[in-house]
Nanobody
Framework: QVQVVESGGGLVQPGGSLRLSCAASGTISIINAIRWYRQAPGKQRELVARITNTGTTEYADSVKGRFTISRDNAKNMVYLRMDRLKVEDTAVYYC????????????????????WGQGTLVTVPS
């Protein structure tokens, strides 16, 4: 199994920076990619950034040029560096691990297991 734990959230003024960390543990070899999601109050959870185990990255349009996702394989860590933060970046940020472990429901393989962390709150006050 895999576990992921986020850290690094906090209160930061508009225009400031923050770095979130996602620590992965367990059977690391089954992780194909790590994603950062966020969920603002009253809104749906949205994908912010993703990094594969080969280092390919992708970003939501709303954070391109401001956020950077990176990984340290030796430490089993993924980071989300957030610069030029805006009020609208306020949200709970979640780390999500995409794995190659089949997800089986009622005897049927329906996809692959995803593992979520508990989230870390980022607040950018107006």
């Amino acid at each position: 199994q895999v576990q992921v734990v986020e850290s690094g959230g906090g209160l930061v003024q508009p225009g400031g920076s923050l770095r979130l960390s996602c620590a992965a543990s367990g059977t690391i070899s089954i992780i194909n990619a790590i994603r950062w999601y966020r969920q603002a109050p009253g809104k749906q959870r949205e994908l912010v950034a993703r990094i594969t185990n080969t280092g390919t990255t992708e970003y939501a349009d709303s954070v391109k040029g401001r956020f950077t996702i990176s990984r340290d394989n030796a430490k089993n860590m993924v980071y989300l560096r957030m610069d030029r933060l805006k009020v609208e970046d306020t949200a709970v940020y979640y780390c999500n691990a995409e794995t190659s472990e089949p997800l089986v429901l009622a005897g049927l393989e329906v996809g692959y297991l995803e593992v979520w962390g508990q989230g870390t709150l980022v607040t950018v006050p107006s």
